[in-house]
């Protein structure tokens, strides 16, 4: 996360020349405010997951071993707080004192989640996808939105439908990932009382909705490889090689998987696949002049 953010400044708004908002100390505090309320979400989900983890992963479980569950709560406050305060400052130091909501809807839909979300059909999965794009997405608030003059509104528009474009492969790449843990996790989740679409309607039902739904990033990256680089070569190469190559291979292994360990390597590739489609930011410099 904290990446894709720095790449968004770094390997995009200040190479080809965007005008920004907040300089590195405000953009520093930007990152390091959405990673704190990343990292309570974090902590408050492994809090209401002791119980499930026990069954699906006994040997990750940090809540009541490693920390106790009031320290982890300490933690989850802390981290709340520190993110929601720095989102408070940014929002006035960029003249925008409403984009301020941002930081406290995002804390409150992760405790939400981890609460109550993730335990309904589908919905929980939907809301935690759209909170991973959102990461992506408060960069260009703060950075573009603010700078927009008559002159330079277009490039802006512009640059911002670029992290739009990322933020939507994000929010699919997650939303399929999130699914196939579910599959994953379907025996401690059911002993949690989750609602979860494998319990709902089967693993073999499940495996073929991830399967057709496997073919809408592979679709649209194609889409917009022949739209918008389809006369770059080193980015078409880039794109077929490590995001649509492996893709293909992860829709393949979603079509054939039975076991646990078929759906943990689509997990892993999938984690691979966002890796690789965040550092494309860096062929922009390269291949737009």
């Not at 569950?69 to 709340?80: G, V, W, Y």
């Not at 999965?125 to 939105?145: G, H, R």
């Amino acid at each position: 996360m904290g990446l894709a953010q720095i790449l968004i400044k770094y390997a995009l708004f200040i190479p080809l020349k965007i005008e920004y908002t907040l300089n590195w100390f405000g953009f520093s505090l930007l990152v390091l405010s959405t990673l704190c309320i990343a990292s309570a979400g974090n902590i408050i989900n492994d809090i209401y997951d002791v119980e499930t983890d026990l069954v699906n992963r006994p040997d990750k479980v940090l809540v009541g071993r490693a920390i106790s569950e009031r320290k982890a709560t300490n933690l989850f406050i802390i981290f709340n707080v520190i993110g929601v305060l720095i989102g408070f400052y940014l929002s006035h130091l960029v003249g925008r004192s409403s984009f301020f909501a941002l930081f406290v809807i995002i804390s409150a839909l992760l405790y939400v989640y981890a609460s109550y979300l993730k335990t309904t059909l589908l919905i929980g999965n939907i809301v935690v996808s759209i909170l991973v794009a959102l990461s992506l997405i408060i960069v260009p608030v703060f950075e573009l939105l603010p700078a927009i003059t008559p002159q330079n509104q277009i490039a802006q528009i512009n640059m911002f439908k670029v992290v739009f474009y990322y933020a939507t492969f994000a929010f699919i790449i997650n939303l399929i990932r999130e699914m196939i843990k579910d599959i994953q996790d379907i025996d401690g989740d059911h002993k949690s009382g989750m609602n979860t679409l494998p319990i709902i309607i089967g693993r073999e039902r499940s495996r073929n909705i991830i399967f057709v739904l496997s073919f809408v990033p592979v679709l649209l990256l194609i889409y917009f490889l022949s739209k918008y680089l389809y006369n770059k070569t080193i980015a078409v190469l880039y794109f077929l090689l490590f995001v649509v190559g492996p893709l293909i291979f992860t829709t393949i292994k979603i079509f054939n998987a039975k076991t646990k360990k078929d759906f943990q390597l689509i997990s892993n590739t999938l984690k691979l696949i966002m890796l690789f489609g965040i550092l494309s930011m860096l062929l922009y410099p390269i291949i737009i002049k």
